[in-house]
């Protein structure tokens, strides 16, 4: 079992940067790959970007590549999204997520565990 609760999110200009956080408890966190989803009004979820559960590969969606990086600490049971030149298009609901398939690690039915999400909002 793994719970996840992230923070961080906030009301940040167009250009400006955010790092969010995700919190874990669990005794497996360093085992589980770690995705981030991000959902706007109105919108379906969207994949944002993940890791795998040593750190040692990522990958990302195409709307944030080169712009967002994905970061752990296995020892602190931390993961982090830092969002860099940050654009309207980008404001949602930003969720991380724990799971086992890092090769499907796009799809949301590859996580098992989900925090309850963080507002980000870009102001244009």
């Known amino acids: 079992q793994v719970q996840l609760v992230e923070s961080g999110g906030g009301l940040v200009q167009t250009g400006g940067s955010l790092r969010l956080s995700c919190a874990a408890s669990?005794?497996?966190?360093?085992?589980?790959?770690m995705g981030w989803f991000r959902q706007a009004p109105g919108k379906e979820r969207e994949f944002v970007g993940t890791?795998?559960?040593?750190?040692?590969?990522?990958y990302y969606a195409a709307s944030v590549k080169d712009r967002f990086t994905i970061s752990r600490d296995n020892a602190k049971k931390t993961v982090n999204l830092q969002m860099n030149s940050l654009k309207p298009e980008d404001t949602a609901v930003y969720s991380c997520?724990?799971?086992?398939?890092?090769?499907?690690?796009?799809?949301?039915?590859?996580?098992?565990?989900w925090g309850q999400g963080t507002q980000v909002t870009v102001s244009s």
């Open positions: 669990g005794r497996s966190f360093s085992s589980y790959n």
């Open positions: 997520a724990a799971g086992r398939d890092y090769l499907r690690g796009g799809n949301p039915a590859a996580y098992d565990y």
């Open positions: 890791i795998r559960w040593d750190g040692g590969s990522t």
